[in-house]
């Protein structure tokens, strides 16, 4: 509860929501957290913020936290409370356990994206180092794996290209599978008072997003694609730039390879725009009329979301966008670039802090021998040069009996995973699941050990956000469990007979800095001094690097990658006639385990399901009915809305309350290249709860 009254001390601290990563004074009185304040000087928020970050913190001292840890009795299946050194003894003498009977790979972990990264590298290096393996995953892996895989193939590193500033000199803003007003809200208005200015708006997006038209903004053009279609219209995009001779011959020769290969592919009669309109619905003369202005009206920037990624063809998808961005020379200057807008605040964090089975921090691939022998050298054991398991192999395997214990940080897998079915049958399957989080969450349903978490106000250390700024997150109130989540990590460690020792968060991160070429010039003391910095932070840039391959790419030359439309499996059939596909709204949060503790619920209570009005009269259905929304893999029931924002033949909806649960629909299908779940595609029924 807020409560007025002059505030007596305040702490910088970093919103704990999104990606956008706004900064904000905690304004205390006594101990008493009484408002949360946008700080001016914030880098990513220049004194902005939305309803998020400025009113829904009172989930951190809200009556559901726990804050003892907590072991299942046997026999009663009742949770025990239990001190410190007694759960993290259970926990440390089960893993060994595990793994004496099934082996060292029966054991992994998942990293929080709502951790800072100091807590994520200690948790990635207790698997690797203690648990011995490399089975940690992240939940990027149902985000923006997508992004981290095709970013590195093109450029080089998986990472957006530009700061959020740099939006204010585009002239051609591209949003593809975003809806930065409810999801990246203090971004949205920077882009908005850039449209506002007169720079040109394109939408890619199955869904009339607000900004396709909002007070004084208008897109020149919405590409209202089916979903599931997005490759073909990039391809088709880069089609036009290619064919109409519209694209930038002197940067694509110097800073770019593989091009011939795909110019030859890219200029196929199945990539023209009449070919792409048969496949998504979009008039072939609105494809070219958007690929003409990217092409030619001014610099030109990519913004792009989950809608993109979470796809059969997320990767190809983000390398088709690389692609256009390479073949019209929009990279490397202000303006323009392909800029992911990530969902978590510490979601890059996570990823940069090597939460992957296949990286090590740095985005080092654990095959290379001389990353790992550096690693070794630094944490004094020999590590696996095989990648582990991801989070769906590590469902697999689970189910399989094969994968028998996991350490789940922060991570509400059970409503946040796609196929809910098989989830709850590998958690459920498995001999020991710890849960470190503040509440009892879906997946604590299933552990056998409850290790309380902390809120970000209790939390010392630094978050990363979507334009690779490293923003302090300083200590508001002390841990209410005694203890920080990096100390219990480093005790489990020790516990297992791997000893993790650090005084100070600080000191977690000059680990960091000294083994990860891109943070090599990252401190407490730097960050203290200059507010944020944006990485790559090293010698070369000792301040950092808002704009990323300037005068050349990451990885030397720009790669061209050619990116072949295949269609989803996930089709409409007449038993499913219906696609369904998902997004956020503004005042809640993903599964809602915050926002839903705070003032907001009560401004959205529920997820709806939008259909179209033509979908709703042949089934009988008026606005605010009851209806079962059915998969071939789960059926689920919740009010409809009747919006014509969806074509006909697309339902919508929200996941953020686990009663709902949209993805008791969401089926197993996912990226080819990194398992990211394709939760944007799932064809449905829908039908009145109670017939009239
Ligand atoms: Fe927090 Fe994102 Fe809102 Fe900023 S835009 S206040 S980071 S939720």
């Known amino acids: 509860v807020v409560q007025l009254g002059m505030p007596s001390r305040s702490v910088i601290t970093t919103c704990a929501y999104c990606g956008v990563g706004c900064s ?15 700080y001016k000087d914030g880098g990513a928020n220049e004194g902005h913020s939305c309803v998020k970050g ?4 009172g989930y951190a001292t809200h009556p ?19 001190d410190w050194d007694t759960a993290i003894n259970y926990v440390a003498t089960r893993m060994l356990d595990i793994q004496t009977r099934h082996g060292v790979g029966a054991i992994g972990g998942i990293t929080s994206s709502r951790t800072t990264n100091e807590e994520v590298y200690v948790v990635q290096k207790m698997i690797r180092a203690a648990f011995g393996n490399n089975n940690v995953d992240t939940c990027a892996r149902v985000c923006h794996s997508p992004t981290g895989y095709g970013l590195k193939q093109t450029f080089g590193t998986s990472a957006g290209t530009q700061d959020f500033r740099s939006v204010a000199q585009a002239d ?12 990246h809200p203090v971004f949205a208005s920077r882009m908005k008072r850039r449209l506002r200015e007169g720079a040109k708006l394109v939408v890619i997006d199955p869904r009339r997003i607000d900004l396709v038209r909002s007070p004084h903004i208008e897109a020149t053009h919405h590409l209202q694609l089916a979903p599931g279609t997005n490759v073909a219209v990039v391809n088709a995009l880069a089609h036009v730039v290619l ?16 091009f011939d290969g795909w110019a030859e592919f890219i200029s196929r009669p199945e990539n023209s725009p009449e070919a792409v309109e048969e496949i998504t619905g979009v008039p072939a003369e609105e494809l070219r009329a958007a690929a003409r202005l990217y092409a030619t009206g001014g610099n030109a920037a990519i913004y792009y979301g989950l809608g993109v990624t979470e ?7 983000v390398m088709g966008m690389a692609n256009l961005a390479m073949v019209t020379g929009n990279i490397g200057r202000e303006g323009v670039g392909v800029n992911p807008l990530r969902g978590q605040n510490n979601v890059q964090g996570s990823c940069d802090m090597g939460s992957f089975p296949h990286e090590l921090p740095g985005y080092r691939h654990v095959s290379d021998d001389a990353v790992r022998t550096v690693f070794e050298n630094m944490w004094g054991r ?17 189910v399989e009996g094969t994968f028998r214990a996991i350490f789940v940080q922060g991570e509400d897998i059970a409503q946040s995973d796609p196929n809910t079915k098989h989830v709850f049958a590998a958690l459920g399957a498995m001999e020991l699941v710890v849960v470190q989080d503040l509440f009892l969450n879906e997946t604590a349903k299933f552990a056998h050990v409850f290790l309380p978490g902390t809120s970000f106000l209790e939390k010392d250390g630094t978050f990363t956000n979507a334009e690779r700024r490293i923003n302090r997150v300083r200590p508001v109130m002390a841990p209410k469990t005694g203890k920080h989540e990096w100390q219990i990590v480093c005790e489990i460690a020790e516990a297992m007979g791997y000893p993790m020792s650090y005084q100070h968060p600080r000191e977690i991160m000059d680990e960091i800095a000294a083994l990860t070429p891109t943070f090599s010039g990252v401190s407490f003391e730097k960050l203290d001094k200059l507010g944020s910095v944006q990485w790559p932070c090293n010698e070369a840039a000792p301040e950092g690097t808002p704009t990323m391959h300037v005068d050349g790419f990451v990885r030397g030359k720009g790669r061209f990658v050619q990116t072949p439309f295949v269609p989803t499996r996930e089709r ?4 499913y006639p219906l696609i369904l596909t998902t997004g956020r709204i503004l005042s809640q949060y993903n599964v809602g385990a915050q926002t839903r503790r705070t003032a907001n619920v009560a401004w959205h209570s529920e997820d709806v399901l939008e259909v179209h009005p033509h979908d709703a009269e042949v089934r009988g259905i008026s606005d605010g009915d009851e209806v079962t929304l059915a998969s071939r893999v789960g059926a689920t029931s919740l009010r409809a809305v009747l919006s014509d924002r969806m074509p006909v033949g697309v339902v919508y909806t929200t996941f953020h309350h686990p009663v709902t649960g949209a993805n008791v629909v969401t089926t197993e299908n996912s990226d080819w290249a990194t398992n990211c779940p394709e939760y944007k595609v799932t064809a449905v029924q829908v039908g009145l709860k109670h017939p009239k």
Not at 24 to 38: C, I, N, S, W
Not at 311 to 317: A, V
């Open 54 to 57: 400025r009113f829904a913190f």
């Open 572 to 575: 409409s059939t007449r038993k």
């Open 24 to 38: 904000f004074k905690a304004e205390l009185r006594g101990d008493e957290l009484v408002r949360m304040v946008p």
């Open 243 to 258: 064919t109409e001779g519209l694209y930038d011959r002197a940067f694509v020769d110097e800073r770019c390879e593989d």
């Open 382 to 398: 020999p590590l696996l040069s095989e990648p582990g398991l991801r989070i769906p192999n590590m469902f697999d395997a689970a």
């Open 311 to 317: 796809h059969s063809q997320g990767s190809t998808m």
């Open 64 to 82: 559901d936290r726990q804050l003892s840890p907590m072991v299942r009795d046997k026999i009663t299946d009742e949770w025990q409370k239990v």
């Open 172 to 183: 051609v803003i591209l949003v593809i599978g975003a809806n930065p007003t409810d999801g």
